[in-house]
């Protein structure tokens, strides 16, 4: 496969963008080679400057639920663009897809539209300090959330102690004010809570996990963290960043029967556009300004552009939720093929899913926590990785993403990407 054309891009890309790329993982320094630079993409497929065709599991990390380029979703922001790209003023489109939204959530009755999941979560946790007069955010580690100063916070020494901060540029004291704990540990969530619940403004989780790979959440986990914010009157905030409108209509919040006070949503709600979106209870949300003293702004937000685009994937989705069934047989699919492959050639993996999320996991021990996704094996995922691309499958360039299928891979995708998985198996 030659990329010759895509390293003369990186290198040059070198000379203007840190690191080459706009978003670190992008640069496939895990994987120890050179990005693709993409030069289009329609349906399953990606396509890069080198003339390389691939089938994608990526999708823009996850909204790309219809496929890339659906016709429908693309017509509607080309009828909006010619009516001009941004005004900085309210427009009927952005009610319109709120609307959708909170008929469509359960817990959902006001959505404040925003331009990313980072922004989305960042207003979050601003709201439910607001809310509550709290500081104190507890979320867990392995589960990412943007990169927002209070959010990018590793885990401390013990499993009930405040964090550190993970990123240069982001001072201590912001780290003081977050305890991260593991996820799906139910003993010590508990006694964090006996501790700092009473100055405990919010936890904030991803109801599925998805940036450690797919990291599922065991029976009661999310039941326990809503018990012990109403005991403590504290918020409960579920990033639906990467589950909303995937995992179901409805997302995790109606596939586990949640009960949030904040919910977060990312780019699927604008069918892959710069968009995001934070909606909640009536009286949680109405402490934004300018109804209530928490204030958040954006001149972008609601543009008429991610607007369209959004109306016209949520209404696509809500005509056809066979959608939902078709990608869990899917999922169903190439979960036991990789499973087959893997055990024939002796390769210890494990596979965490659910519907059209998948993880593969290079160990042989149950991935259920941050700690237990980082004893798999990246020497292995990293030599994986690079003979799936070199058989046309495009995956994330890291063992802790998660493969995202789509309403337009077809099961020729699927046979094409087993057999290719069949043979990287031998290898291994």
């Given at each position: 496969m030659n990329t010759e054309k895509s390293k003369t891009a990186f290198n040059k890309a070198k000379k203007y963008i840190p690191g080459g790329v706009n978003s670190p993982v992008r640069a496939f320094a895990s994987v120890g080679t050179h990005p693709l630079f993409i030069a289009g993409a329609n349906g399953s497929r990606i396509y890069d400057i080198d003339g390389n065709e691939f089938i994608d599991y990526v999708g823009s990390w996850g909204p790309i639920f219809l496929g890339h380029a659906k016709k429908c979703v693309t017509d509607a922001v080309k009828t909006a663009a010619d009516n001009g790209?941004?005004?900085g003023a309210p427009c009927i489109a952005e009610t319109e897809l709120a609307q959708r939204i909170c008929d469509i959530v359960p817990c959902v009755d006001k959505v404040r539209m925003v331009n990313s999941g980072t922004e989305a979560t960042m207003s979050a946790l601003r709201l439910a300090r607001g809310y509550t007069g709290?500081?104190?955010?507890?979320?867990?580690?392995?589960?990412?959330h943007g990169h927002s100063d209070s959010l990018l916070i590793k885990a401390g020494s013990g499993a009930a102690t405040?964090?550190?901060?993970?990123?240069?540029?982001?001072?201590?004291?912001?780290?003081?004010?977050?305890?991260?704990?593991?996820?799906?540990d139910v003993d010590a969530l508990e006694r964090t809570f006996e501790k700092y619940g009473n100055k405990t403004a919010a936890v904030i989780v991803e109801p599925v996990a998805g940036n450690m790979g797919v990291v599922l959440p065991e029976n009661g986990f999310l039941q326990k963290i809503r018990s012990l914010t109403k005991k403590y009157d504290s918020i409960f905030i579920v990033d639906e960043v990467m589950t909303g409108f995937r995992l179901s209509l409805s997302g995790a919040i109606g596939l586990f029967g949640l009960d949030a006070d904040i919910i977060t949503f990312g780019k699927i709600i604008g069918g892959g556009m710069p968009v995001g979106a934070y909606g909640g209870k009536k009286a949680v949300m109405d402490f934004v300004s300018p109804s209530g003293p928490v204030y958040q702004a954006g001149t972008l937000s609601g543009n008429p552009l991610a607007m369209a685009a959004g109306n016209t994937q949520i209404k696509y989705l809500q005509e056809h939720t066979e959608i939902y069934d078709e990608v869990e047989k899917k999922g169903e699919y190439l979960e036991k093929e990789f499973k087959s492959a893997a055990k024939k050639n002796g390769v210890d993996i494990c596979i965490n899913r659910i519907g059209s999320m998948l993880s593969i996991f290079f160990t042989d021990k149950a991935v259920v926590d941050f700690d237990s996704a980082c004893g798999s094996d990246t020497e292995k995922f990293k030599k994986y990785f690079n003979e799936m691309l070199r058989r046309g499958i495009y995956l994330a360039p890291s063992q802790f993403e998660s493969v995202f299928l789509s309403d337009a891979h077809t099961y020729e995708d699927l046979k094409k990407t087993a057999r290719a998985f069949s043979e990287v198996m031998k290898i291994l």
């Open positions: 790209l941004s005004f709290r500081d104190i955010i507890i979320k867990f580690e392995g589960c990412y405040f964090g550190s901060a993970s990123s240069a540029g982001v001072p201590e004291e912001f780290a003081k004010y977050t305890i991260v704990l593991p996820y799906n």
